[in-house]
């Protein structure tokens, strides 16, 4: 069973297949209106289920999108409307939505829900989103960079702020893809320590450095995110601010970085907080090229999965 659970589960050389088909099947679609099909149809006759257990904007309208681009069906299914939400087991509700879709999509809390649900499903499963990792993301930030500034192997990424969910996915994709990792940020908001360790036993370098400053010296990407997850206890805002604003990512730290340097967020933003407007909307900003891509990139895996 072909899943897409995390980057740092999935092979290099599918990884790598998988970016050149997203790209490939973007340029395919050529300025066609969004709702027109894909000349192929690799997923004509399937039927896929989107389960939402927390809120989303992108994941949610780029996968309902990119399905029926190539040609399948949805269903937006959120977890409280499930039986789900309500007591039935994961292992429970995988073998049921097995018999009636060919693909499952999940964003949920515990990764454990994720792994449960692939274990029990009798048909792929992606992991949109749980509050370790986010590798759907990532895999959209790698097609952004590469498409404006090249391959992404051997280039220094820093991210500035909490090391949470999307920093983890980043951190599996410097071991798959080849590139360097700075994280800057709090050491109360340190990574877990396996996201690290695991980059640099794939021979890549990944450093912790406290100064945001010295950190982005040289970067070629630098990337933040909001605050606060949507898995983090509404309590810890107050505390959670006050450690992360010498992270801020604005005018003067971008200054540090290279010349030619991108600047990404996975959105939603919380404006002048982990980012100024000024980045956001200046000329190293790719957020929105970011959202796109997640349509290009998901359809990619999703291909994958049904390969
Ligand atoms: N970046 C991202 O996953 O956005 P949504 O929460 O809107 O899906
Ligand atoms: N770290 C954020 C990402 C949202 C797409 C969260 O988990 O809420």
Known sequence: MKHFLDINKTEVADLRGM???????????????????????????????????????????????????MGGQTMVLSG????????????DTAKVLSRYVDLIMIRTFEEATLLEMAENATVPVINGLTNRTHPCQIMADILTFEERNGPIAGKKVVWSGDGNNVFASFAHAAGQFG????????????????????ARAKGVKVEIERDPVKAVQGA????????????????TRERRHNQLRPYQVNEELMRHAADDALFMHCLPAHRNEEATDAVMDGPASVIFDEAENRLHAQKAVMKWCLS
Do not use: C, Y
């Not at 399937?46 to 904007?57: D, R, Y």
């Not at 409307?81 to 292992?91: D, I, P, S």
């Open 80 to 91: 409280s409307e499930l039986q789900l939400g309500h007591g039935e087991t994961v292992a």
């Open 19 to 69: 970016i050149d088909s997203a790209k490939a099947m973007k340029n395919a679609r050529n300025g066609r209106p969004k709702g027109a099909l894909d000349d192929d149809l690799p997923l004509k006759d399937h039927m896929v289920a989107l389960i939402f257990e927390k809120p989303s904007t992108r994941t949610r309208v780029s996968f309902d999108v990119g399905v029926r681009q």
């Open 220 to 235: 070629d990407l630098v990337v933040t995110d909001t605050w606060v997850s949507m898995h983090d206890a509404v309590s």
């Open 179 to 198: 590139f360097d990792l700075t994280f800057t940020g709090p050491q109360t908001l340190d990574p877990e320590a396996v996201f690290i360790e695991e």
